[in-house]
């Protein structure tokens, strides 16, 4: 060990995720490691998150709280020791604008961690107590040189129930009849001290667009939207817009305009971009006799900007976007349960005839359609115009090599015709609903090499058919998924 030198030490310290064995493993060995365990590199692999069972450190017995409060302080301790950290999870997932005392130590912690954050997940933060958010956008703007990955929830105005409340109190204190320290009670709220830090630091003033746009080195962005998320035009800059951003995957629907200026100030550099699902909620908008908001038109225009996108993943019903889009190599469609004007569908799959290479370097395709419960068909009567569609984008994509195709037994008939499109196909991954194996359609494949994830209860059956039907299919690969990693398309 002695004669190995510092950058390989270093190098191999680089692997480790665990804070806790850089401070009380190798530092511990000898001098030298110890040193070296110090040296910014050998973090560069470690991952901290915080997540529900450290802001609850009340379990069955003492023992269970002992046991989750070691835990939560280990990762403090990490937190502040920590001169870079790889990944940074935080899941908040608790409802109302209290912080109690667990949640108060470790927000203390980022608060005075002057560690160099590459990636940053915030999950379950929409309704975090604002006090918890000014310390996040502290972290944010001392790490605007070095993130490079962000996936947040933006901030939503959460409205008390007092009626709610009183009941969650008193289940709390009814819990397991085991005894809560006063410094734990939700009485003693930390609202007010965690406020106080914010305002002496100077970000209680700062919003969450504001301090995203100081992002220069951000190449991934994750953001779940609120549509009533206060936009104040902070996207539309003069100076290019996240520079480095390369990958956006926008969730749910937000603000129209700010959805419109995001992607228009980054069209030039996106390479992958996931527009969000408008009808994703679709079925209660229609039951509570409202019309689900679709995207505004000026944002699929601007992806027709995205000269070069890699990937893209959008609704079906948006698939004209992508014509232009000369250096597509991935594309995810869906249809959710949603309202279909045959008439748009069948303008749509003519616009594709029309440019006929529109999609020619695909090599990845994706569909996803599914017409919703069996009392609901929300686009039943538009089914055959989202066959014509289909089986259009399938022509359009001719030379793909990889498809996945997850349609429900009103499409059984069509999964032959989309197959037979893509004669190119060397990995299909297939979920249906229906009875018909598809052993001639895929045997007519003539470089099928792998066939991943058949829902159908005769699986066994149709392997063994399929290499019956070309012996030279023997060691056809079966795979749990796909070998290009559908849900890792850059992006997705």
């Known amino acids: 060990m002695d004669s190995l030198p510092n950058e390989l030490l270093l190098e191999v310290f680089s692997r480790l995720e665990d804070g806790e064995a850089l401070l009380d493993g190798v530092a511990l060995v000898c001098k030298r490691w110890h040193a070296l365990s110090r040296d910014p590199q050998a973090w560069r692999g470690v991952r901290v998150e915080f997540g529900m069972l450290d802001w609850h450190w009340r379990g069955d017995s003492r023992a269970e709280r002992v046991k989750r409060e070691k835990a939560a302080m280990a990762k403090v301790r990490v937190m502040l020791h920590a001169p870079v950290l790889r990944y940074l999870g935080w899941s908040w997932d608790c409802p109302g604008p209290h912080i109690n005392v667990p949640q108060a130590i470790t927000l203390s912690a980022v608060r005075r961690s002057r560690a160099a954050i590459r990636e940053i997940y915030m999950g379950g933060v929409s309704f975090m107590a604002d006090p918890a958010w000014a310390v996040f956008y502290g972290l944010l703007w001392r790490n605007r040189e070095h993130l490079t990955s962000l996936s947040v929830e933006t901030p939503q105005e959460w409205e008390e129930d007092e009626e709610e409340e009183d009941m969650v109190d008193a289940a709390e204190a009814a819990d397991d009849d085991v005894a809560l320290d006063p410094d734990l009670a939700l009485e003693n709220d930390q609202n007010d001290k965690v406020a106080a830090w914010a305002e002496a630091d100077g970000h209680d003033s700062r919003s969450l667009l504001e301090v995203l746009v100081?992002?220069?080195?951000?190449?991934?962005?994750?953001?779940?939207?609120?549509?009533?998320?206060?936009?104040?035009?902070?996207?539309?800059?003069?100076?290019?817009?996240?520079?480095?951003?390369?990958?956006?995957?926008?969730?749910?629907?937000?603000?129209?305009?700010?959805?419109?200026?995001?992607?228009?100030?980054?069209?030039?550099?996106?390479?992958?971009?996931?527009?969000?699902?408008?009808?994703?909620?679709?079925?209660?908008?229609?039951?509570?006799?409202?019309?689900?908001?679709?995207?505004?038109?000026?944002?699929?225009?601007?992806?027709?900007?995205?000269?070069?996108?890699?990937?893209?993943?959008?609704?079906?019903?948006?698939?004209?976007?992508?014509?232009?889009?000369?250096?597509?190599?991935?594309?995810?469609?869906?249809?959710?349960?949603?309202?279909?004007?045959?008439?748009?569908?069948?303008?749509?799959?003519?616009?594709?005839?029309?440019?006929?290479?529109?999609?020619?370097?695909?090599?990845?395709?994706?569909?996803?359609?599914?017409?919703?419960?069996?009392?609901?068909?929300?686009?039943?009567?538009?089914?055959?115009?989202?066959?014509?569609?289909l089986l259009a984008v399938a022509r359009a994509a001719h030379n793909a090599t990889q498809v996945r195709i997850w349609l429900d037994d009103g499409f059984e008939d069509l999964v032959e015709e989309l197959l037979g499109c893509m004669p190119l196909l060397e990995d299909v991954d297939l979920h249906w609903a229906g009875k018909n194996d598809y052993v001639k359609a895929l045997a007519a494949l003539p470089n099928l090499r792998r066939l991943s994830e058949i829902t159908s209860p005769a699986k066994p059956a149709v392997i063994t058919a399929l290499k019956a039907a070309r012996p030279d299919l023997e060691h056809l690969e079966q795979g749990v998924r796909l070998s290009c990693a559908w849900d890792s398309w850059g992006l997705f």
């Not at 971009?273 to 995207?295: M, N, S, T, V, Y």
């Not at 008439?343 to 999609?359: P, S, T």
């Not at 919703?372 to 989202?386: D, L, Q, S, T």
């Open 214 to 389: 100081e992002l220069r080195c951000l190449e991934t962005l994750r953001l779940e939207m609120q549509f009533f998320l206060p936009y104040a035009a902070e996207f539309q800059v003069k100076e290019d817009l996240l520079p480095a951003l390369r990958s956006l995957y926008l969730q749910e629907e937000g603000p129209p305009q700010l959805m419109v200026d995001l992607v228009r100030g980054t069209a030039a550099r996106l390479r992958h971009l996931r527009l969000p699902d408008e009808h994703q909620l679709g079925r209660f908008l229609i039951r509570a006799g409202k019309k689900p908001r679709g995207l505004p038109p000026k944002l699929l225009e601007s992806v027709s900007h995205c000269a070069q996108l890699r990937s893209l993943a959008a609704n079906l019903m948006h698939v004209g976007c992508v014509v232009g889009l000369r250096h597509l190599h991935s594309l995810e469609l869906w249809l959710s349960e949603q309202e279909v004007q045959p008439k748009d569908a069948i303008r749509i799959a003519v616009l594709l005839a029309q440019h006929g290479e529109a999609l020619a370097g695909v090599r990845r395709l994706s569909f996803q359609c599914n017409g919703g419960f069996a009392e609901e068909k929300f686009w039943e009567a538009a089914r055959p115009a989202v066959a014509q569609l």
